[in-house]
């Protein structure tokens, strides 16, 4: 079935750096542009970064801008979010989501990862 | 930044009422909008898109509407399976913005 799975998430001191990744499958993940989305702990949802379909286009929130970075590999089917500098306010369940259209970047989401929770505290 | 401003933020109701939530935008997004149903510790669920589209496989008695800057949703019948928090979130511009959340609860 279409599926997103995050990984990489855990427990970093101030400052320091971490890495997330998200394996799709079910879908044609070369085709649809990806997100980002966080919700911090019983708060709500905050969109992050978005990347396009091919790598192409990147775009970021203001509160992650110059420290967080997106990528993905189609080959490997795999979308990443390198985060560096981390603050104690980043930290959230991290979502990776698929966008609505094939070849877009609409900003709907309409598959969502389970989430992986990243802790920044010294 | 589209400012996306729910309203209430909680909400009581019994099974069977028919149930409302609004939702505005600090500036005009004419139909790009949806609505997310989150459960405890599970992800969103897209329900609604571009203000009154149903999403596929979403039961029929939500329904949205309105464009511009004010939008709502309904529950026709509330069902046991709907207590959940409801997010809207614009997708007209980039930053992509969410409301704050409507928490349904049981009465």
């Known amino acids: 079935q279409v599926q997103l799975v995050e990984s990489g998430g855990g427990v970093v001191q101030p400052g320091r750096s971490l890495r997330l990744s998200c394996a799709a499958s079910g879908f044609t993940f070369s085709n649809y542009a990806v997100h980002w989305v966080r919700q911090a702990p019983g708060k709500g949802l905050e969109w992050v970064t978005v990347?396009?379909?091919?790598?192409?286009?990147?775009y970021y929130a203001d509160s992650v801008k110059g420290r967080f970075t997106i990528s993905r590999d189609n080959s490997k089917i795999t979308l990443y979010l390198q985060m560096n500098s981390l603050k104690p306010e980043d930290t959230a369940v991290y979502y990776c989501v698929r966008d609505f259209r094939a070849h877009a970047m609409d900003g709907a989401f309409d598959i969502w990862g389970q989430g992986t929770m990243v802790t920044v505290s010294s | 930044d589209i400012q996306m401003t729910q309203s209430p933020s909680t909400l009581s109701a019994s099974v069977g009422d028919r149930v409302t939530i609004t939702c505005r935008a600090s500036?005009?997004?004419?139909?790009?909008l949806a609505w997310y149903q989150q459960k405890p510790g599970k992800a969103p669920k897209l329900l609604i898109y571009k203000a009154s589209s149903l999403e596929g496989g979403v039961p029929s008695r939500f329904s949205g509407s309105g464009s511009g800057t004010e939008f709502t949703l309904t529950i026709s019948s509330l069902q046991p399976d709907d207590f959940a928090i409801y997010y809207c979130q614009q997708y007209n511009s980039y930053p992509w913005t969410f409301g704050q959340g409507t928490k349904v609860e049981i009465k």
């Open positions: 990347i396009s379909y091919d790598g192409s286009s990147k």
């Open positions: 500036q005009s997004i004419t139909s790009w």
